[in-house]
């Protein structure tokens, strides 16, 4: 090839993660006809955040999380969030179902299992408030199955692992949704990935750095180094999508579109504990959330989870935060100090200003010992045995900083799509719930950057196809939510005394 050939896409996706794995199958179905490419930085796709030991594999469906229903002065419970992340979960597992249907997965059990979502608190004031919350929620048709219990023999029935040796006058509580769900998406996106190359025009590639993105009249340059050969190439996209987890960032500002701007991120890392002893795994099935401690971040809720790896069951509680430079776990300590520019340097600073606690927090578990670690799992597992668990390192998460007119910065816990005002790119930045609610996400990005294609008679009968019902839907009719989400958990065999439907 010359030196100023160049090859012709129409989309460009930057990391094989589950993002940019989800974006693309979903694009291809939505018109066969595109021509598009998946760049991946490490030598396959799924090593960073989709990588099964990186997460905790929750499917989130606002059933267990206590942080999606924030209590407010007046001391009612705001629902809305799990509401929406619940639904967007359902719009998840739509997508899923289709897909196996046309044979995209060998089978649903080798990315997701049913494992039940419980809440726990301990003392008088978490009683009350999951009381309330269990409350607000069931008055939804959503959360309409979800139980709650202060009997301790309830309790020992959900929860065997939990309720031995703990003390019999601590006050305790807990809720219990038994179609929650555990996600390999390492997994889901390897098949993904598999499914994708073997459509027409469609290719992986990795071990490709991203070393330039320049905008022109026919869309984006893309400039790639082939980390095995060295060799350099050059690519013409109509749309880039940068879904390069924590390495979104970098790539946004490489870009330099000016909505772009202003952005900065906060890299925390993260560490399980994890068990594989059997005779400890058996006696605990189900993911169980607990409240974070007062000051402490969202990111700090913990929870002891049951975990399905490759058909095989662990245990995994956490998270330990920790800090790192990095914004990838296969990145380099002078990730955020690169990131650095003129037009986030503000938002950046009022952010370190105005959280000191997550700076305290964060230097705490730095520093805190292995006993320690022990010790808050205590508070799940009275009766552990420390030689059954050992350290397990998870991976970075890049929080969102961002401009705020009245404190200069907000740091930002969640999802935040930034597109270019005439769709021709958009990153994707943040954090949780991302994979679970991937679907409904590049939904949004489709909308916002492909409006006309959106409303098409085409594109419109191949959503109508995919999604029976769309998240708004949902979240309005019950009938229609009871039977779509009957539907999807019977395909995807989450529902196993159910015969799988046609």
């Known amino acids: 090839m010359a030196q100023n050939d160049y090859e012709t896409v129409d989309v460009v996706l930057v990391g094989a993660g589950i993002m940019s794995a989800t974006l693309a199958v979903l694009m291809k179905e939505l018109d066969p006809n595109l021509k598009l490419e998946v760049v991946e930085l490490m030598a396959s796709g799924a090593i960073e955040s989709s990588y099964p030991w990186n997460n905790a ?58 494992v039940p979502h419980l809440s726990f608190v301990r003392g008088h004031e978490g009683i009350a408030f999951l009381k309330k919350r269990f409350a607000a929620l069931t008055q939804h048709h959503a959360f309409a199955a979800m139980e709650y219990t202060e009997d301790r023999a309830t309790m020992a029935e959900w929860m065997p692992l939990m309720m031995p040796g703990r003390d019999p006058n601590e006050p305790v509580a807990a809720t219990r949704v038994l179609d929650g769900t555990d996600v390999n998406f390492g997994a889901l996106t390897t098949q ?70 202003g952005y900065g991120g906060f890299p925390v890392s993260g560490q399980w504990l994890r068990c594989d002893n059997p005779e400890v795994v058996k006696r605990h099935q189900a993911k169980v959330y607990s409240q974070a401690e007062v000051g402490s971040p969202p990111m700090s809720v913990p929870h002891l989870d049951t975990r399905v790896v490759d058909g095989k069951k662990s245990l995994l509680f ?70 059954d668990w050992r350290l397990e390192m998870a991976g970075q998460r890049v929080q969102i ?99 799988a439907m046609a």
């Open 57 to 114: 594999g929750t499917g989130h469906a606002g059933l267990c999380e206590l942080n999606y229903t924030p209590e407010a002065k007046d001391g009612s419970i705001d629902i809305k969030k799990s509401v929406t992340i619940n639904t967007q979960f359902e719009e998840s597992k739509q997508f899923w179902a289709y897909l196996l249907g046309k044979g995209a997965f060998a089978s649903p059990k080798s990315f997701i299992s049913p």
């Open 318 to 387: 956490g998270p330990y935060a920790g800090f790192s430079t990095k914004f990838l776990r296969h990145g380099s300590l002078l990730d955020l100090p690169l990131s650095v520019r003129p037009n986030n340097i503000g938002p950046m600073l009022a952010v370190a200003r105005d959280n000191f606690d997550l700076t305290r927090y964060l230097i705490k578990e730095v520093m805190q010992s292995e006993e320690k670690r022990l010790n808050t799992l205590r508070n799940f597992y009275p009766e552990l045995k420390a030689e």
């Open 401 to 499: 900083i961002k401009k705020d007119p009245k404190h200069g910065g907000i740091l930002q816990f969640g999802t935040e799509l930034v597109a270019a005002h005439d769709g021709s790119i958009a990153a994707l930045l943040g954090a949780s719930p991302g994979a679970s609610v991937t679907v409904s996400i590049m939904l949004d990005l489709l909308r916002r950057c492909f409006p006309e294609q959106t409303k098409s008679a085409q594109w419109s009968r191949k959503l109508d196809e995919i999604f029976p019902a769309m998240g708004d839907v949902l979240a309005a009719d019950a009938e229609r939510y009871r039977e779509v989400q009957t539907r999807s958990d019977t395909l995807l065999q989450l529902r196993e005394n159910e015969p």
């Open 192 to 261: 993904l990935l598999d499914y994708l190359r073997n459509q027409p025009n469609a290719k992986v590639k990795c071990s490709q750095k991203v070393v330039g993105l320049k905008r022109n009249d026919q869309g984006w340059r893309v400039s790639i180094k082939d980390q095995q050969s060295g060799g350099n190439r050059e690519i013409q996209a109509k749309f880039v999508f940068l879904g390069a987890g924590g390495g979104a960032l970098p790539l946004l500002q490489m870009s330099g579109i000016p909505e772009g701007k």
